[in-house]
């Protein structure tokens, strides 16, 4: 990526960052509870020369929060479909290209692409697209979310313990997801279109499961063989089958 077109991207989100926290949010001024959390998803791969200025707008969005009267939570979820082209991505899942997959036919897309945002499940728009991502989060603020916490997490050994309470969304049909992410990650990579490059990430999602709604249920997520815990976070969300629009959301480290 030329060092040009890398600061141009940088400089569009910094503008949208000044624009957005110019003006106040009519959904914000009608939230005093707090902001409203809203889901950031990243299609991306180590394979595709495209998805470093994406991958570094992730970064920001979650560094800098650029949207008045929302939490962003961020989603990095690297794609396998590039790993066949000289380089596979260490990150990379089968699952995120369902996931992708699926997406695609619920915004009737002719294919998937990378770099891809997703936001609130809602509405999805290329992951360089600074302006279109802050006007696709502030478009979510209309919609409100009911609360969602995580509660009682706690690691035994290599297995994470939890429970959520659902009875803010007890009214909400959907189905509960929860994503395990570390907080950074990083990756020399040594051949492929970004051979050479030094890459680094946040929030990249290393499980991502499907959990049962029962009330009072407890859930359980194992940490992959050869996978140090180190620094990580859960992100719960209830979601529109589809998948479609986020119905509500919590994170917390663990």
Known sequence: MPVRRFALVLCALAIAVLLCRNKISAA??????????????LFTSEGCSSCPPADDILAKLQALQPVAGARVIVLSEHVTYWDHLGWRDPFSDEIFTRRQQEYGNRFGLDDVYTPQMVIDGAQQTGGSNSRAIVKAIEAQLAVPKPPLRIQDAAWAEGTLHFSVDLSGASALKGDLYAALASDQEESSVERGENQGRHLQYVSVVRVLQLLKTKPGESYSIKLPKGLDRGKMHLVVF????????????????V
Do not use: C, F, M, Y
């Open 238 to 253: 209830l979601q529109k089958s589809g998948p479609a629009r986020v119905l509500a959301i919590a994170t917390q480290p």
């Open 28 to 41: 914000a001024a009608d939230n005093p509870s707090g902001p409203t959390p809203v889901l950031a998803e």
